[in-house]
């Protein structure tokens, strides 16, 4: 499964204590940073000490076994991989329909995601089959052509000429106002063939692609001014068919099919830090109604129910009993009728966290359970109900969003539960209120149940959830096995912590035994 984790990347925006209680950002940023710099350059003195410990990983998880904090997982089903010809994965052996459903639609985002890095453009994939939509545009539709009267436009021009003296055959022009630039072939005065443009017109800043009697007609790529970028299918200057949307960091926003510039059907829209919504949008092209869904990362947990813009209004928990294709490249899934309680959205403020206390996210609650803790002085704990692969979104800390001029406790139990608030960087402080400590009165959201290891098997970062907004996630590091408790690094600094997190680091690295 993809990992819709929204990470951050800039240093310093996770601290949340004016005691100086930081979360260590090196920490949290390890996977992400190294993919950025992997020279001990770009490291700091917790990075390089991180990397010593890592060492240590193996021998801290066997102490673990021993100790029966993690419990060796129950034997599972053996599914196989059956491949074709070519390698590409037909079907699983051992998965059952949800399964089958589940891994057909990751596929298929995994193959529109495609941008082409890999010399694979997102046509060519075995699933897609992508085209201008056949029926004629309407006129005045909206159009992203930055130069529709070349003729009364000021240029020079560098190219072939017909015989009367029309631009012909390749050649570029340069633009007097303001020096945009135009490449391609031209034929007896008309853009036809490939082209590039780079402008500064309508917000855009290139445009690459297919133009017929001097117009759009074919694959275009679209990019503006704020970096973010479109990639469709043009007829007559106006995108009539598929079309895609990436943001600034090339990360795939929106997907659908458009007519006369408008998405029309089912559209997917692609959450940075989350899931994704999925239903037929309205007229203005809005994933705005009753019948629109909420789809978990797993592709099986689904909110179905009312949304607005794509924002979650009023939502049951429901299944995927089918998937089928529209337009030879939309995948369209079926739901269950919905039911059960009603998920609205619930952002919390300073002094509420949310209307309903003990309604449990359907997606955690799939994955992790809260059980008595193994370790010694620990409490509650949490522990994997099934298998979870690496790089899969676990747990989500939800709590009060505590204001900038909040007083600060004294003790370390008092400020036990606070976390960085990712919606509120970089001094935005969550809290878990005392009231709502217990599981039994407050169980909507789980990671802070949470236990510490210099070992853990999963670490913190960002989610955007539907019900509550960004907020901070547990997300695995490794394959985590059925009953396995799960731990997260707290990441406090070493020169001002708690007694018993000294105490921890130091029995680890003086090879004494854990306690």
């Known amino acids: ?34 993919a950025v710099d ?20 193996e021998e801290r998880r066997q102490k673990l076994i021993n100790r029966g904090s993690i419990v060796e997982p129950p034997v599972e089903k053996v ?12 079907y699983v052996r051992g998965e059952n329909n949800s399964d089958i459903l589940s891994r057909e639609l990751d596929e298929w985002v995994k193959e529109i995601k495609c941008t082409n890095a890999k010399g694979i453009k997102f046509e060519q994939c075995r699933d ?57 072939k031209w034929h007896h005065g008309k853009r036809e063939g490939y082209f590039n443009i780079e402008t500064k017109r309508k917000g855009i800043i290139s445009i690459e692609g297919e133009y017929s009697n001097d117009k759009m007609n074919g694959k275009v790529k679209i990019k503006f001014e704020d970096n973010t970028w479109l990639e469709g299918f043009f007829k007559d200057g106006v995108i009539h068919g598929f079309c895609r949307y990436f943001d600034s960091e090339n990360y795939l926003t929106f997907v659908g099919i458009h007519r006369n510039g408008t998405p029309i059907g089912t559209c997917w829209k692609f959450i940075r830090g989350g899931g994704c919504v999925v239903g037929k949008v309205d007229n203005d092209g809005k994933l705005t109604g009753a ?26 928990q429901c299944k995927i009993t089918k998937v089928i294709t529209e337009s030879g490249c939309m995948k369209i899934p079926k739901f269950s009728e919905p039911g059960g309680r009603l998920y609205k959205r619930d952002i919390a403020t300073f002094d509420f966290v949310t209307l309903s206390p003990t309604l449990r996210d359907p997606y955690e609650s799939s994955l992790v359970e809260v059980r008595e803790s193994k370790l010694p002085g620990a409490k509650d704990g949490i522990y994997a109900k099934k298998l979870i692969k690496e790089d899969t979104v676990v747990a989500f800390y939800h709590g009060i969003r505590l ?9 370390w139990e008092a400020n036990g539960y606070k976390i960085f608030d990712p919606s509120n960087s970089p001094q935005g402080t969550l809290d878990i209120p005392e009231e709502y400590r217990s599981i039994s009165q407050y169980c909507a959201s789980l990671a802070h149940k949470t236990n510490h290891s210099f070992s853990p098997n999963s670490q913190f970062l960002v989610y955007d959830h539907p019900r509550w907004g960004i907020v901070p996630c547990i ?39 854990d306690s």
């Open 79 to 90: 599914q196989v991989a059956v491949r074709d010809k070519l390698g590409n994965e037909k």
């Open 291 to 316: 019948n629109i869904a909420y789809i978990y990362p797993d592709f099986k947990t689904v909110l179905f129910g009312s949304f607005r813009d794509g924002q979650l209004v009023g939502t049951q």
């Open 38 to 57: 992997d020279s001990d350059s770009a490291y700091g003195d917790y990075d390089k000490t991180y990397r010593e410990y890592k060492a240590k990983q």
């Open 1 to 34: 499964m993809p990992s819709p984790i929204l990470p951050f990347t800039t240093q310093n925006q996770l601290t949340y204590s004016r005691l100086s209680r930081q979360i260590d950002l090196d920490l949290i940023l390890t996977r992400i940073r190294s």
């Open 128 to 184: 897609l089959s992508v085209r201008v939509f056949e029926k004629e545009v309407i006129y005045g539709s909206h159009t992203y052509e930055p130069y529709p009267n070349l003729m009364a436009e000021r240029f020079s021009y560098k190219g072939g000429k017909d015989e009367k003296k029309q631009l012909h055959g390749n050649g570029s022009l340069k633009f007097a106002h303001d020096g945009s630039i135009m490449s391609g």
């Open 475 to 513: 997300a695995s590091t490794q394959d985590i096995q059925a009953g396995e408790e799960i731990f997260v690094r707290y990441g406090y600094d070493l020169s001002y912590c708690p007694d018993w997190y000294r105490d921890s680091w130091e029995r680890g690295f003086n090879n004494e035994e």
């Open 403 to 411: 204001p900038p001029n909040y007083k600060e406790e004294e003790s």
